[in-house]
């Protein structure tokens, strides 16, 4: 499956950006899909990810209660809604898919088999 990451852009703190992550190839239901960044001279982190149904989901603490993440199977789109963001949210922000899911996997971006090219969100204070 290939994955095109958009929606990526300066913001001020506070506000929101709505992250998207188009599939193709394969199936897009058949594939889990997480979000991870990266911020500069850091290591790539979780963010959240989603089930293949959407029935179940998974978010880094620093995230929760702000960033939601969500899929349209119909549309093979993955989204991650983001508010209230903060200038540590800046980062570069990638999607993933894998085609099983557990908890624990969902959260390791060694586990995910197929990335897209990234998207960059910055955040002013």
């Known amino acids: 499956v290939q994955l095109q990451a958009s929606g990526g852009g300066l913001v001020q703190a506070g506000g929101s950006l709505r992250l998207s992550c188009a599939a193709s190839g394969r199936t897009f239901s058949s594939y889990v899909m997480g979000w991870f960044r990266q911020a500069p001279g850091k290591e790539r982190e979780f963010v959240a990810a989603?089930?293949?149904?959407?029935?179940?989901?998974s978010y880094a603490d620093s995230v929760k209660d702000r960033f939601t993440v969500l899929r349209d199977n119909a549309k093979s789109t993955g989204y991650l809604q983001m508010n209230s963001l903060k200038p540590e949210d800046t980062a570069v922000y990638y999607c993933a898919a894998v085609p099983s899911w557990t908890y624990s996997s969902s959260r390791s971006a060694s586990a995910y088999n197929y990335w897209g090219q990234g998207t960059q969100v910055t955040v002013s204070s």
């Open positions: 989603i089930s293949r149904s959407g029935g179940s989901l």
